[in-house]
C-alpha cells in the first residue's frame, strides 16, 4: 500500500516584502523636494538667461545709436555744414579784427601810440637852465603836466614854444602856470633859526589843455 507524502510547508515559501505607509509617504516628500528643487534651479536659468537677453538687446540698440552717429558725423553734408560754419567763425574773427583796426585809425579811443613819444619830445627839446623834474599824462594823455625847475622864469616861454613844435603836442596848449620859490632847506650843521642860503632857481609846474580849434 502505498502512502503519499505532502512536502509543501508555506513556511518555506518565498514571502513578498511590501512597502510600508511611512517609507511610501517617506519618498513622496523625496520626489516632491527633489522636484521643487529641480524647479526652483530652472527658474533661476530661465532669469539668468532672460537677463543675459535684455543686456544683449540694450548693447544692439547702443551700437545701433553709434553706427547711425557715425554714418550722420562723417557724412558729406555734415562735413560741408562743419567747414560752413568754420568759415563764418573766421569771417566773423576778420570782421570784428577789421573793426577795431579801424576803430584805432580813427582815434576814436583817443591815444593808441603810448607815452613813448611823449617822452622823446621833451628829450629832443632842452634849454639850458630849465630841467623838469616830472611829467604827468592823464588817460588818453587829453592832459598833460609838467613839473620842474628854471634859474630864470624868461627861459620858461621859449621852452613852452619849443614844445609846441612838436607833432605829439599838436592841439595842446598850457592854460595853467604855477611858479614859486624853491624851499629853502636847513643844513644839518647849521643851529636852530638860521637858515642856509635860499636856493637860486624856482619851482613851476603847467597844466595843459586841449586846443579844440587845432584839433579840427
Do not use: C
Not at 45 to 66: D, I, P, T
Not at 156 to 166: D, F, N, S, T, V
Not at 176 to 192: D, F, P, W, Y
Amino acid at each position: 500500500m502505498s502512502q503519499q507524502i505532502n512536502l509543501f510547508n508555506p513556511i518555506f515559501m518565498k514571502q513578498r516584502k511590501y512597502f510600508s505607509l511611512l517609507t511610501m509617504v517617506q519618498a513622496l516628500g523625496m520626489i516632491i523636494a527633489g522636484s521643487l528643487i529641480f524647479y526652483g534651479y530652472a527658474v533661476y536659468q530661465v532669469g539668468q538667461l532672460r537677463k543675459q537677453a535684455e543686456e544683449n538687446s540694450q548693447r544692439y540698440n547702443a551700437e545701433q545709436v553709434r553706427l547711425a552717429g557715425f554714418m550722420t558725423e562723417f557724412s558729406p553734408q555734415h562735413a560741408m555744414q562743419l567747414l560752413q560754419n568754420e568759415v563764418q567763425g573766421l569771417d566773423k574773427q576778420v570782421a570784428v579784427q577789421n573793426q577795431i583796426i579801424e576803430t584805432l585809425k580813427s582815434g576814436a579811443l583817443g591815444n593808441t601810440t603810448g607815452y613813448s613819444e611823449y617822452m622823446r619830445a621833451f628829450s629832443r627839446q632842452v634849454v639850458q637852465g630849465l630841467w623838469l623834474t616830472g611829467f604827468k599824462v592823464t588817460g588818453d594823455a587829453a592832459q598833460i603836466s609838467l613839473s620842474g625847475g628854471v634859474v630864470d622864469p624868461q627861459l620858461l616861454p621859449i621852452y613852452i614854444q619849443r614844445l609846441g613844435r612838436e607833432s605829439i603836442m599838436k592841439g595842446k596848449t598850457f592854460s595853467t602856470l604855477a611858479m614859486q620859490q624853491a624851499k629853502v632847506e636847513q643844513a644839518a650843521g647849521n643851529s636852530k633859526g638860521k637858515d642856509a642860503s635860499a636856493p637860486r632857481y624856482i619851482e613851476f609846474t603847467l597844466h595843459s589843455s586841449v586846443n579844440k580849434e587845432a584839433d579840427k
